[in-house]
T-cell receptor
Framework: EAQVTQNPRYLITVTGKKLTVTCSQNMNHEYMSWYRQDPGLGLRQIYYSMNVEVTDKGDVPEGYKVSRKEKRNFPLILESPSPNQTSLYFC??????????????FGPGTRLTVT | QQQVKQSPQSLIVQKGGISIINCAYENTAFDYFPWYQQFPGKGPALLIAIRPDVSEKKEGRFTISFNKSAKQFSLHIMDSQPGDSATYFCAAIQSSGTYKYIFGTGTRLKVLA
């Protein structure tokens, strides 16, 4: 089954404790992206990657890091989480092949609470 | 210039009615405009999308209307059903260059039975 998986689905942590949210896709997609969803603000792009070792900032990259060492994985790293990073996070992927649809496939989400 | 403004924030429609959600953008470099549907506890899923060279696209009960000169596009849900109750997001991307996705703030739709 074609899918994007995220782990963990729920996470409660304390300020300053480094954490990683993993994202993996099995569709051989070139493009992967992280979003955060907050009430009244919609989905905001954090970082995206167009291929292995190629990453770029979205609209809200401050406080986050990413890496793309393998095509299927795109972990989101919070080196020193703060309460304002409490949010619902989504990973997504899509193909960049010419002539293929631009549809992004989203993971199930990770709800992060930073106290 | 990168914003996509979406309205209304919430919408209540009777079963069988028409739901209309509007979005406006400023960046004329955007060339792909998808709508996503999100049910509680799930990730967004692509519903329908349009390119600016087309003024309207219809898929079943869902229609996108696109007004390039006004830089506006809208989603129409005909014969709205309780199962359509979800949050809807419009988005815009520039398919060459940055590939950044800009999303609207979302519309929570409730269809009353």
């Amino acid at each position: 089954e074609a899918q994007v998986t995220q782990n963990p689905r729920y996470l409660i942590t304390v300020t300053g404790k480094k954490l990683t949210v993993t994202c993996s896709q099995n569709m051989n997609h070139e493009y992967m992206s992280w979003y955060r969803q907050d009430p009244g603000l919609g989905l905001r792009q954090i970082y995206y990657s167009m291929n292995v070792e190629v990453t770029d900032k979205g609209d809200v990259p401050e406080g986050y890091k990413v890496s793309r060492k393998e095509k299927r994985n795109f972990p989101l790293i919070l080196e020193s989480p703060s309460p304002n990073q409490t949010s619902l996070y989504f990973c997504a992927s899509r193909t960049l092949a010419v002539g293929r649809p631009y549809e992004q496939y989203f993971g199930p989400g990770t709800r992060l609470t930073v106290t | 210039q990168q914003q996509v403004k979406q309205s209304p924030q919430s919408l209540i429609v009777q079963k069988g009615g028409i739901s209309i959600i509007n979005c406006a953008y400023e960046n004329t470099a955007f060339d792909y405009f998808p709508w996503y549907q999100q049910f509680p506890g799930k990730g967004p899923a692509l519903l329908i999308a349009i390119r600016p060279d087309v003024s309207e696209k219809k898929e079943g009960r869902f229609t996108i209307s696109f007004n390039k000169s006004a830089k506006q596009f809208s989603l129409h849900i005909m014969d709205s059903q309780p199962g359509d109750s979800a949050t809807y997001f419009c988005a815009a991307i520039q398919s060459s260059g940055t590939y950044k996705y800009i999303f609207g703030t979302g519309t929570r739709l409730k269809v009353l039975a």
